[in-house]
């Protein structure tokens, strides 16, 4: 199935998905079973028609990560990159809605390959923490330039 953002234009859809996939640092909402909101920032990697974060090295307070059990209590999540600059013409914004899920390292497929090819800090440590992967449904963008 093809990605389509809410105006299903194929032009918007690639630069938008362009855009998320060079993108840095995302901020991904999960939501609790009591439905409080939770937005983390979060490296990432596009995999096809998925998005890869792996649970890393990074220093954390707990391993038990309340992404991990948000993910487990509701899959829809949000996963938000964007630019800001003070001349607003060049700001953007894309947003992926999707159903994700916590897999071992092991079980996460390319997914981990293309976090270690964007990011040269994977390349000396090994990603054996969950992964969280992001099956996309929806893309909706927009650019201070339309």
Same mark, same amino acid.
């Given at each position: 199935?093809?990605?389509?953002?809410?105006?299903?234009?194929?032009?918007?859809?690639?630069?938008?998905?362009?855009?998320?996939?060079?993108?840095?640092?995302?901020?991904?909402?999960?939501?609790?079973?009591?439905?409080?909101?939770?937005?983390?920032?979060?490296?990432?990697?596009?995999?096809?028609?998925?998005?890869?974060?792996?649970?890393?090295? $990074?220093?954390?307070?707990?391993?038990?990560? $309340?992404?991990?059990?948000?993910?487990?209590?509701?899959?829809?999540?949000?996963?938000?990159?964007?630019?800001?600059?003070?001349?607003?013409?060049?700001?953007?914004?894309?947003?992926?809605?999707?159903?994700?899920?916590?897999?071992?390292?092991?079980?996460?497929?390319?997914?981990?390959?293309?976090?270690?090819?964007?990011?040269?800090?994977?390349?000396?440590?090994?990603?054996?923490?969950?992964?969280?992967?992001?099956?996309?449904? $929806?893309?909706?963008?927009?650019?201070?330039?339309?």
């Amino acid at each position: 199935m093809p990605i389509r953002s809410t105006e299903g234009d194929p032009v918007r859809d690639a630069e938008a998905l362009e855009r998320l996939a060079t993108a840095r640092v995302a901020r991904l909402a999960t939501v609790d079973r009591a439905g409080r909101p939770h937005v983390v920032p979060i490296v990432f990697a596009l995999c096809g028609e998925t998005i890869v974060s792996a649970v890393d090295f $990074k220093p954390k307070r707990t391993k038990a990560l $309340k992404r991990l059990a948000n993910i487990d209590a509701n899959p829809r999540v949000s996963v938000l990159v964007d630019e800001y600059d003070d001349e607003w013409s060049k700001l953007w914004w894309v947003r992926v809605d999707g159903s994700a899920q916590v897999l071992p390292a092991a079980d996460a497929g390319p997914g981990l390959a293309s976090l270690v090819e964007k990011y040269q800090q994977y390349r000396s440590a090994a990603l054996d923490g969950p992964v969280i992967v992001i099956t996309i449904d $929806k893309v909706v963008g927009w650019s201070g330039s339309d």
